[in-house]
């Protein structure tokens, strides 16, 4: 597997997947995403000449925000998303930044497939810093969640 800055075509493949992974991005979330893609970076992963995995982020006054991340539903659980992650870590720390900070559903969220990206997040390091209450009707409460870079 390679990773790499993504390509237009990339994008179009990374959205995708995301479209594919209806329990975790649903139409709002898809529209939202694609103007992260246009705004913001893109890295993906690369098997067999097709994307497999992507990840979207900025940086923010010294930290690393981690906006979004998907990995092609056969292929979870492979190790690329930690992959992902380390290249996230590694662009972390050419720039000295401070830490990652991902915004997911609260641990009392009982929904089951977001307990499961808490656990990758968990799993790698992120730890929770804050929780956000909903401001605007329809969204969702949030916790932040942070990596330290070291
Ligand atoms: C979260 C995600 C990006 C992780 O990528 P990945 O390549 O599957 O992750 P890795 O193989 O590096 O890590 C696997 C770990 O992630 C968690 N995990 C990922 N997929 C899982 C699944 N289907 N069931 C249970 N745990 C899962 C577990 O902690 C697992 O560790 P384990 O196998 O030791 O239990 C990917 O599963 C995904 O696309 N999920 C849906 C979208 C999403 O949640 N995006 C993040 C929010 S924007």
Redesign the pocket.
Known sequence: MQLRKATEQDKKEAIKIAQN?KE??NAEGIKNMKTDFKLNNLVVAIEKGKVS?FLCYTTNCGKMQLI????KRD?????????LLKWLEKEAKKYKLHSIEVE?LPDEDDYE??K??R??YY?NGFKKIFYKKARVKGWDDQIVLEKVIK
Do not use: I
């Open positions: 992974l975790w991005f995995g979004w991340m998907g990995v292929t979870q659980r492979k190790g690329t998303g930690a992959k997911t497939p977001y499961k990206t656990a990758f799993k």
